[in-house]
């Protein structure tokens, strides 16, 4: 994932989080499967497979698929591009799920989707005989792709913000969230514009980064079970608090409510900042003979209360479809995609893995100075919330952050609004 815009910014619609009646749905072949038998069958099936995935990322996988196919002539993957904008992959996958069907026997998911597409039982759980080796995986990516307490979808690559923090003006990266405010006089004196800047627009970046500030000071936006809200605990307003302070103090740009990806890079690429928070791809930017911080540019874990915070997760996981004729090899290939050589692929292409051992290769540390900073962000970073009804959580999260950065209402008044809404949608 290189930038929330091109991979989470589009949350779960409504029609994937209602619980759809399955039974009697037509199937592929003619006749009729519901969900409940349709993950009892073919789970020793092999054969040709599908694999769906939005064109924007596409050009990572089809070397991993050529690798497959190579060694595999009975069993051939054929790639089956969805459509670019989030809205449109979602959409694509959900009609054809929706009649039964198997044309998309793996399908690449966005993180928030996952637990939308396992209540709506699309998903094939990988267990018993399609179980997965989670153990080598982050443990971020692997709770990003687990829907109450069962794995519904093998991680693919991952992504977590990450604290990008100017040399010449701080030679070391900020221990706390007091120590970077505290230091944003620094940037005052120095006479650069921003202290720091992120993504505050109303839209996905301001869920992630609320959801940032909550987890990172200990809370949570809703319970294990994906619905009970969890916002208005001491924790969590906390974490909301100490977002809106910031801002309402200047330390947090106040430019940063019309910010996304690309607005936060142009900033802290052009010199205009001391601090941002932004995804990995942004080190390439800074890097560049354009960018004015070049050569004195450093990365660490987004901060907390009491040391490194907890980022949020992006990324695909890849879920097998329930109606799927060939799950083994279908559980085959998402096995494939994460071992070791086309996960070095994924770091080299920016595409962040999931695979621990592959942040500690040297020569991609070399390569790729921020990976240990990355991995230390993945070990900690939590992924926004888990629900089938991520949509109107979303929304809530954002419509509500975003009155409190205004000063329209309280934090208080904020969360318990937010409960209300969460809510409402669990109903």
Known sequence: MRSMKTRSRVAVAASAVALLALAGCSSDDGGSASASDAVKQNLDGR??????????????????????????????????????????????????????????????LDVVWTAGFAANSWLQPLEGELAIDTAPLLPATVESATYRGTLYAAPQNTNAQLLYYRTDLMPTAPADWKALTDSCQIAKDKGVQDCLVTQLKQYEGL???????????????????????????????????????AYQAGQIAKRSTGFTEEETALAFVGGESMYAYNWPYMWDNAQKDSSKVKGNVA??????????????????????????????????????????ENQMSFADAAFPPVLKSVYDDAALQAKYPYLPALKAALESAKPRPVTPYYTAISKAIQDNASAALNGKVTVDQAATDMTAAINNAAK
């Open 299 to 340: 990365v660490a874990p987004i901060v907390g209360p009491t040391g490194a915070g907890a980022s949020t997760v992006g990324g695909y996981n890849n879920g097998i479809n329930v109606f799927s004729k060939n799950k083994a090899t279908a559980r085959d290939f998402i096995a494939f995609i994460q071992n070791d």
């Open 207 to 245: 869920t992630a980064n609320t959801t940032q500030f909550i987890n990172s000071w200990g809370g949570s936006v809703v319970g294990a079970d994906g619905s009970t809200p969890e916002v208005n605990s001491p924790q969590s307003k906390a974490g909301m608090q100490a977002m809106v302070d």
């Open 47 to 108: 054969g040709a497979i599908s694999f769906a995935m939005g064109k924007n990322d596409t050009d990572k996988l089809q070397p991993v698929i050529e690798k497959w196919n190579a060694a595999h002539p009975n069993e051939q993957v054929s790639l089956k591009e969805l459509p670019g904008e989030a809205d449109d992959q979602r959409n694509k996958l959900e009609q054809s799920l929706q009649a039964g069907n198997a044309d998309y026997d793996v399908m690449a």
